[in-house]
């Protein structure tokens, strides 16, 4: 469901007077577009949502006893198993299938990262996550028939991560 202008306006002010209280790290996860700084979407813990541009969503987050990281909303979803196994390569989680296609090393802006690529259909959409257990979701790319967008952390941990 998408919120009217109005709705919006009342639901940001009413992050913005939680976000203030909390520390920034556990409240919001940011990314960006590098090739348009205008599209952002932000995973948000409090209240639980997904935003992307204009529009935001309620989100829900795994439980601990769900063995996840993962946040799935109307318009997102995600999932990572916790301490997964390196035999695991297809899981399911609300519906959505996902597949660990690939694991990577790579260097990026002078810092070294293991992680691995899933991806998912979900709705039409084919996504691809770039996930580490240390760094969380770090990138993922939304691919649509006629078009593809990516969106890169804005932050050094991204949502799911454990650095400490």
Request: net charge positive.
């Amino acid at each position: 469901m998408i919120a009217d202008n109005g709705k919006i306006l009342t639901f940001l002010a009413a992050v913005l007077g939680v976000a203030s209280t909390l520390p920034v790290f556990a409240q919001s996860y940011e990314y960006v577009n590098p090739l348009n700084k205008r599209h952002t979407i932000s995973i948000q813990a409090l209240p639980p949502s997904f935003a992307t541009g204009d529009r935001a969503v309620i989100a829900e987050f795994c439980s601990p006893s769900d063995n996840y990281v993962c946040m799935s909303s109307t318009e997102f979803s995600f999932a990572f198993p916790i301490a997964k196994k390196p035999e695991v390569k297809k899981w399911e989680y609300r519906g959505y299938s996902y597949e660990l296609i690939a694991q990577e090393q790579m260097r990026v802006l002078g810092t070294s990262f293991k992680f691995g690529i899933v991806e998912s259909v979900q709705d039409g959409k084919k996504i691809r996550y770039s996930y580490s257990e240390q760094y969380g979701l770090m990138a993922f790319s939304v691919e649509l028939s006629d078009a593809s967008n990516t969106f890169l952390s804005v932050h050094r941990v991204g949502f799911g991560g454990r650095l400490k």
